[in-house]
């Protein structure tokens, strides 16, 4: 919307539509009810982006550190190619990182992930990761700009924080309360069922013909 604004701000008289990054959410699984490993933590991306490689940056040196340090058992899974070699020798000293580089298949790292972190700050449109980890069915925090664009009405299907250590204690919270996780996993699902499907975007696109805002 921030950028159908703008447009809108340089005058004229065509309508427009926004409509938001839409996947075919039957290809994924519904993750929702299943049972992760214990305190995986999932950051997915191609870290050759500098938005992603400095979001695993915050990961690695504030984040991660911080969740540890009250779950010493948590494990980052940080997948996608180009992750800078710097971190990934930061990743083979804290030995509780896994980087596996590009992966021909994602869902067994989102099957394996209790949570999904999503600390990205920059960068414009809309997050597929942020799509398809809601697809999944999978409880997801990170902060505003990780979730710009999706358009959300009554309860939250993920969970914003305000800053890094904000970032950190709500994965805690959600890896120390599994029926919070749950549900918050169940409404994500739902969500994108409903507003992140393919068959939400036919239904926007026809209705705009008759009526202006009817996919707001």
């Known amino acids: ?11 004229g008289r065509a309508h427009i539509l926004t409509v938001p990054n839409l996947v075919d959410v039957d290809a994924y699984p519904n993750l929702a009810d299943d049972t992760p490993e214990s305190d995986a933590l999932l950051f997915l991306g191609s870290f050759g982006y500098a938005p992603n490689a400095n979001a695993a940056e915050m990961l690695l040196t504030r984040v991660f550190p911080a ?9 980052l899974l940080l997948v996608g190619r180009g992750l800078p070699a710097r971190l990934q020798a930061m990743a083979r000293r804290d030995g509780a990182v896994e ?30 990761k942020t799509v398809e980890a809601l697809a999944c ?4 925090v990170g902060v505003p700009h990780a979730f710009r664009g999706l358009d959300v009405h009554g309860a939250h ?7 890094w250590r904000d970032l950190a204690g709500e994965t805690v919270r959600l890896l120390g309360d599994a029926g919070a996780r749950r549900a ?15 068959e939400y975007g036919d239904r926007c696109l026809a209705e705009s013909l008759v009526l202006e805002g009817a996919c707001r």
Do not use: C, Q
């Open 184 to 198: 918050l996993a169940a409404r994500a699902r739902t969500f994108a069922e409903s507003r992140l499907s393919w």
């Open 137 to 140: 069915g999978k409880a997801a």
């Open 99 to 128: 980087t596996p580089g590009f992966v021909d298949d994602v869902k067994p790292w989102y099957r394996r992930a209790a949570v999904v972190v999503l600390p990205v700050t920059e960068g414009a449109g809309m997050l597929f």
């Open 67 to 75: 969740i540890r340090r009250r779950r010493p058992a948590a494990r």
């Open 1 to 11: 919307e921030a950028e159908a604004a703008e447009v809108r701000a340089l005058g």
């Open 157 to 163: 299907p993920f969970t914003t924080a305000s800053g």
